[in-house]
């Protein structure tokens, strides 16, 4: 396990590349912005979105999916500031958290027509359940759900401009190829969607599931998309994106942060709105090793918020946890809908857990300490 020199995260992240330097693709990708005409860029957004806006007002100018995090008050504040008039889409969380409504609520009292779709929870929690025991991701059918309901919703509506926020791929570091890629579509969902090879098909084959309670996280065929001419767009390609710049500009327009560092961060304003994500968070780490911390921190590093010391410090005492609890809510209360108790979880746990990574006791089992927590193998980081 190798680090990156400028910021935090490690080789085991998949599709991260160190160049000579030893500097990961995430930072390159950061750097390289600042050769950006990023009048140029909002030029460009303005004519597309232009040509999108609705005659006459009959309809909306766009559709913006909205989780209620502080990217989405972003980019909601930013599109009504550029007057368009945008109809809003929410794929409720699996989990949705009391704060996570609260910020839903805020949303929509921006002024804005606001559309939330609720998935079967019966469905739902089945889906938790397979992709937490298969593919060790209990967030896998909201990751699936996030980007095919604002899609269906943008055939149902007749609005064809989809516009996402920030492209995962560039922040966060991924494919080098997709990194220049503006434009949300099924390739990208299927490559870098973080479906970990797990197909809907896989769902009626394999685990018992019928198509008629797949319709949410089906993507719409070729013909539908094309019929209406469906096009999605990252605003983060545009408009400089700056995740505690948006959460300044969200707390502004009435975005609730939690008031205290959350579990498995290191900042209170980011992943708010579902219960679930301290396990999706503790599965990472137990897969590579690193997790929301790391990834928050290196953001910070690379903007000179921090130093790469101070961040690694932090991530000492944040990163990869055991989720005893998630904004305050006990994972035995989290995972109960999932039909499993502690006991399974924890062996779940441990099919995912790296071996090469952890360490492990005399007796076979992966060592923890007093509070549970897995003991990392010391890397020169
Ligand atoms: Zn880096």
Redesign the pocket.
């Known amino acids: 396990m190798k680090y990156?020199t400028?910021?935090l995260?490690p080789s085991t992240k998949p599709d991260l590349f160190f160049n000579d330097e030893g500097?990961?693709n995430?930072?390159t990708a950061f750097y390289n912005r600042a050769s950006i005409n990023w009048e140029e860029r909002e030029k460009d957004f303005l004519e597309i979105v232009g040509k999108f806006k609705s005659e006459n007002a009959s309809n909306w100018d766009c559709i913006i999916p909205v989780s209620g995090g502080k990217d989405s008050t972003f980019q909601v504040v930013k599109i009504l500031e550029l007057g368009f008039n945008p109809l809003c889409v929410t794929a409720t969380t699996c989990d949705l958290s009391k704060i996570g409504r609260k910020n839903l609520d805020n949303i929509r009292n921006l002024g804005v027509d606001h559309v939330e779709f609720s998935p079967n929870p019966v469905v739902r929690a089945k889906l938790n359940r397979i992709g937490l025991e298969q593919v060790g991701d209990i967030s896998w059918p909201e990751h699936l759900g996030i980007f095919t309901i604002p899609i269906r919703a943008a055939i149902e509506y007749r609005v064809p401009l989809i516009i996402w926020g920030e492209n995962s791929q560039n922040e966060y570091?991924g494919l080098a190829a997709s990194q220049n890629n503006n434009v949300l579509d099924k390739r990208w969902l299927t490559e870098f969607g973080g479906l970990l090879g797990l197909r809907i098909s896989d769902l009626t084959d394999s685990y018992g599931l019928t198509k008629r309670e797949l319709i949410p996280y089906q993507y719409p065929s070729d013909k539908e998309l094309e019929k209406i001419g469906v096009t999605g767009l990252f605003l983060g390609h545009y408009f400089k994106w700056d995740g505690l710049n948006n959460y300044i500009l969200a707390q502004a327009h009435g975005f609730n942060s939690l008031g205290r560092v959350i579990e498995g961060s290191v900042v209170d304003y980011e992943n708010l709105d579902n219960y679930q994500t301290g396990i999706h968070d503790y599965f990472k780490f137990l897969k590579f090793g690193y997790s929301r911390a790391t990834d928050i921190a290196?953001v910070l590093i690379?903007r000179g918020r921090i130093s790469r010391t101070q961040g690694l410090e932090m991530v000492k005492m944040h990163d990869g946890k055991y989720p005893w609890h998630y904004l305050g809510k006990p994972l035995q209360e989290i995972i109960k809908p999932l039909g499993i108790d502690l006991e399974q979880f924890n062996k779940i746990c441990d099919r995912f857990t790296n071996i090469n990574i952890f360490k492990k006791d005399v007796d076979g089992s992966y060592l923890r300490d007093s509070n549970f927590n897995l003991v990392k193998i010391n890397f020169d980081n």
């Open positions: 990156c400028n910021c995260l500097v990961c995430a930072c570091g290196s690379r």
